[in-house]
């Protein structure tokens, strides 16, 4: 069958993945790249990190890291573009063209630059502010139709369906597509163990907070025996689950993890106390993180063979990039002359 749509997506080289980062977007990718009607290109995005001030080493490391846990998780790096963003210069090129034509008023909606800019707007760096800008660079830049991603990053996509338009009415042409978020899966909103109401992050300064990907079985089992909980048992219909977040959030992840809907992991635990719940959870958990570490660690013993398997991600996305850049080169009035 032909290629119809266009995949794109990336996460943060900031350390270890979480659950989160599986279940709302990685987990996905796998599903979306294993069918033939999709080209699948995912990046890590080594220079959205840059926005932490990452120390040199531990950056480096990190998107080592990163791309071995997307193949552990099960992205193909024969079968996807999986590359790093600063490694295709495009990104940062359009990028700029995009930030030319993007109002502040704009960027000034986007809650994710409230949340982590905080109180000190002003020692916040540009480069965070701007950061939608390059996320709107990354995807407009292999003119992908379709961003599988966790729900946290939806305005962000509202943001590059508007720069699409905002260039294609500009200049008069058709040339970007609109992007589509994907936002699939039980669990395109994982929350923090410790609260029921926060996202489960990378940030969060408490490790309890998260499961990540490469926890072993005795602290994925300690994590989840402290992980927040009520004082009621288990409700017996998924309306009742609008007031009790943890009951939600632990339900929500046992629903994905286990890959059924949240009304039959609801109705499966209906009546029974959390502490069955934690057991269940806790060995869904374990059997899906103990072969993704065993992979990872396997990969990672080999840096060479992670540098060979981006080189040729980076070969194939930077023909793809080469092209629409040139072409947005035409479009926008810049020389080609080089
Ligand atoms: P990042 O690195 O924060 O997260 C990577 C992916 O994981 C999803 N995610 C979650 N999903 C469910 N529950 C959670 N608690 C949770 N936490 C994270 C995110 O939604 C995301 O899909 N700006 C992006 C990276 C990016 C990008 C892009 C994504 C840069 N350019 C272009 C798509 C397309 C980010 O910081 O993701």
């Not at 509202?158 to 200049?171: C, K, T």
């Not at 869904?284 to 660690?297: D, I, K, Q, R």
């Not at 396997?298 to 981006?310: G, N, S």
Request: charged letters at 25%.
């Amino acid at each position: 069958m032909a290629v119809v749509k266009r995949i794109f997506s990336g996460v943060q080289p900031t350390g270890n993945l979480h659950l989160g980062n599986y279940l709302g977007a990685i987990r996905n990718w796998v599903a979306l790249q294993n069918r033939d009607e999709y080209e699948t290109i995912f990046c890590i995005v080594d220079l959205h990190a840059l926005t932490q001030q990452p120390e040199p080493e531990a950056l480096r490391s990190a998107i080592r890291a990163t791309a071995a846990a997307f193949v552990a998780a099960g992205v193909d790096p024969t079968k996807s573009v999986v590359f790093a963003q600063s490694t295709v210069p495009g990104h940062a090129e359009l990028s700029w063209l995009f930030s030319c034509l993007t109002p502040l008023g704009w960027l000034n909606r986007m809650t994710q630059f409230k949340e982590k800019a905080g109180k000190h707007r002003d020692n916040a760096v540009l480069g965070l502010y701007a950061y939608p800008v390059l996320m709107a660079a990354d995807i407009l830049l292999y003119r992908a139709t379709h961003v599988p991603v966790g729900e946290d990053q939806k305005q962000h996509l509202e943001l590059a369906r508007d720069i699409a338009g905002s260039f294609n009415q500009r200049y008069g042409v058709d040339f970007f597509p609109l992007p589509e978020p994907q936002i699939l899966g039980a669990a395109t909103r994982v929350m923090s163990l410790r609260d029921g109401t926060k996202k489960m992050s990378k940030s969060d300064e408490s490790d309890y907070s998260r499961l990540n990907m490469s926890d072993d079985a005795d602290t994925i089992a300690l994590k989840i025996r402290k992980a927040k909980t009520d004082m009621d048992a288990l409700p017996d219909h998924i309306d009742l689950l609008e007031a009790r977040p943890e009951a939600r959030n632990l339900l929500n992840i046992y629903a994905a993890l286990t890959s059924r809907p949240l009304e039959e992991a609801v109705a499966e635990m209906a009546g029974k106390q959390f502490s069955d719940l934690k057991r269940v959870l806790t060995d869904a958990a374990v059997s899906l993180l103990g072969p993704f570490t065993a992979e990872y660690n396997r990969i990672m013993a080999d840096p060479a063979q992670i540098d060979a398997f981006l080189r040729l991600g980076t070969d194939r996305a930077q023909a793809i990039a080469a092209e629409n850049l040139a072409a947005v080169q035409d479009i926008t009035g810049l020389l080609r002359v080089r």
